[in-house]
């Protein structure tokens, strides 16, 4: 993240929201990424169900790779966080997107364009939570401040 771009950053915030609106205009659906994997995973029977989200996965890992291979350098793992502790923030975070029925994608990109109440309080709870979070872990228990 040292070479943080207001360009890149402003360009990247178009192509998720071009990206969400063409999903909800072309089918209907909410590119929320816990619900695309949930169902997936879980629910979903119809084949015509099971493309379009592994589609929509499969453009969201080669997109980063892409833009990796053409202008950035991928990120790295960070060696000082304890690999515990980002198993119980994975699953605290899957927990999270379940309770609040959707993820920041979900609510925050999708609902709030949609003027959702709903999801306007859901995603004033998960950055209130992240930076909590991230207080806690930097400062009170002094991990990540490399």
Known sequence: MNN???LQALSG????GISAALLLWLTGH???ISG????LLFAVKKS????????????LVAGAKLYYLGFAE??????????????VSGLLVGFGSSLGKGCTSGHGV??????SVRSLVATLIFLSVAI?????IRHVFGLGAH
């Not at 991928?74 to 198993?87: D, I, Q, S």
């Not at 909590?132 to 806690?136: A, D, H, N, P, S």
């Open 4 to 6: 943080f771009s207001m």
């Open 13 to 16: 915030g178009v192509l998720i």
């Open 30 to 32: 909410v590119a929320g």
């Open 36 to 39: 695309i994997i949930g169902r």
């Open 48 to 59: 015509d169900e099971v493309i379009w989200r592994v589609l929509f996965l499969v453009g």
């Open 74 to 87: 991928a990120p790295t793992g960070r060696e000082y966080f304890p690999v515990w502790l980002l198993v």
């Open 110 to 115: 999708c609902g709030l364009g949609r003027l």
């Open 132 to 136: 909590i979070t991230t207080f806690l």
